[in-house]
């Protein structure tokens, strides 16, 4: 009955490698969200998706692209991964990105490892 | 820039001593919300305020706002070892579409037994 989960919960590969993250929620919310967390926690804004559609795309090198194939899921595949995209992946989602006074539910991270 | 900014960076107190916490933002904001991140975990919503208001309470939480300082503060009474964590503030601003939050540097919490 996990809220939002994400797949894989640790991730190590290598430079170059092509992989995907992949997130789902069972709440029945509107809008997903990726963030990245870095080694001194700092968390920033990646994505944001409502009802399968971008509405916030931060400045994210074009190696990242996320995947709505419905409400419920949020996918991101990171091409040609480099040692600077190591860090933890947090997936999140609200209900109502238009009310912009949601609060906003997180799965449980992917810690990415670029060796 | 950073949105948020939160002081202390890291407090240490001992079990049944309350928790201060601040956070300070440089934009206007729709609302506030504070978070907490136990080690190796997601982030738990934890309470939002919205921009006005000025006071609220959820159990031993108590979170402060003063839109004319951009500031905010979020105190945990009778602290417990459980509480051991870090905390995040986060400002949802009014120039930005949709529910975007802007999280502050976080307070690493460790309370000891």
């Known amino acids: 009955d996990t809220a939002v989960s994400q797949t894989p919960k640790y991730l190590v590969t290598q430079m170059g490698n092509d992989k995907s993250i992949k997130c789902e929620q069972n709440?029945?919310?509107?809008?997903m969200y990726w963030y990245k967390q870095d080694s001194k926690k700092f968390l920033k804004i990646m994505f944001s998706?409502?009802?399968?559609?971008?509405?916030i795309n931060e400045t994210v090198p074009n190696r990242f692209s996320p995947k709505s194939p419905d409400k419920a899921h949020l996918n991101l595949h990171i091409n040609s991964l480099e040692l600077g995209d190591s860090a933890v992946y947090f997936c999140?989602?609200?209900?109502?990105?238009?009310?912009?006074?949601?609060?906003?539910?997180f799965g449980p991270g992917t810690r990415l490892l670029v060796l | 820039s950073q949105q948020g900014e939160e002081d202390p960076q890291a407090l240490s107190i001992q079990e049944g001593e309350n928790a201060t916490m601040n956070c300070s933002y440089k934009?206007?904001?729709?609302?506030l919300q504070w978070y907490r991140q136990n080690s190796g975990r997601g982030l738990v919503h934890l309470i939002l305020?919205?921009?006005?208001?000025r006071e609220k309470h959820s159990g031993r939480l108590r979170v402060t706002l003063d839109t004319s300082k951009k500031s905010s503060s979020l105190l945990i009474t009778a602290s417990r070892a459980a509480d051991t964590a870090s905390y995040f503030c986060?400002?949802?601003?009014?120039?930005?579409?949709?529910?975007?939050?802007?999280f502050g540097e976080g307070t690493q919490l460790t309370v000891n037994p």
């Open positions: 999140a989602s609200s209900q109502d990105w238009a009310s912009g006074q949601e609060t906003q539910y």
């Open positions: 709440l029945g919310h509107d809008t």
């Open positions: 998706y409502n009802n399968k559609e971008l509405i």
């Open positions: 934009t206007s904001i729709n609302n």
């Open positions: 305020i919205r921009s006005n208001e």
């Open positions: 986060a400002t949802d601003g009014v120039e930005t579409s949709g529910s975007r939050l802007t």
